[in-house]
């Protein structure tokens, strides 16, 4: 089964940009359709977007023109690039997996986002 760790939280300004970054490991990264999804507290968690093993992408009306996920498939990364940041899109962000096909699904451990000033 894959194995996702996420990075590149932190705190940041309105109107700021920061990269998440999720690596895969202990299995076949290429197979693996990949998503991002975020989850503030007492809230569902919800899709941000996702990318699928051949670039299809879609995104949640909320990161629709302010993010961009892309898939790195030589460093099994996928990545969550965030720009026009409001104080809306704080929440935990987490990466997501599902394999081709077999529909395994992994989830990574969340990082924090904090958008205020």
């Known amino acids: 089964q894959v194995q996702l760790v996420e990075s590149g939280g932190g705190l940041v300004q309105p109107g700021g940009s920061l990269r998440l970054s999720c690596a895969a490991s202990?299995?076949?990264?290429?197979?693996?359709?990949m998503g991002w999804y975020r989850q503030a507290p007492g809230t569902q968690r919800e899709l941000v977007g996702s990318?699928?093993?051949?670039?299809?992408?879609n995104y949640a009306n909320a990161a629709k023109g302010r993010f961009t996920i892309s898939r790195d498939d030589a460093k099994n990364t996928v990545y969550l690039d965030m720009s026009s940041l409001k104080p809306e899109d704080t929440a935990v962000y987490y990466c997501?997996?599902?394999?081709?096909?077999?529909?395994?699904?992994?989830w990574g451990q969340g990082t924090q986002v904090t958008v205020s000033s």
């Open positions: 202990r299995g076949m990264f290429q197979d693996y359709h």
């Open positions: 997501h997996a599902r394999r081709r096909l077999t529909g395994e699904q992994v």
């Open positions: 990318i699928s093993t051949g670039g299809i992408l």
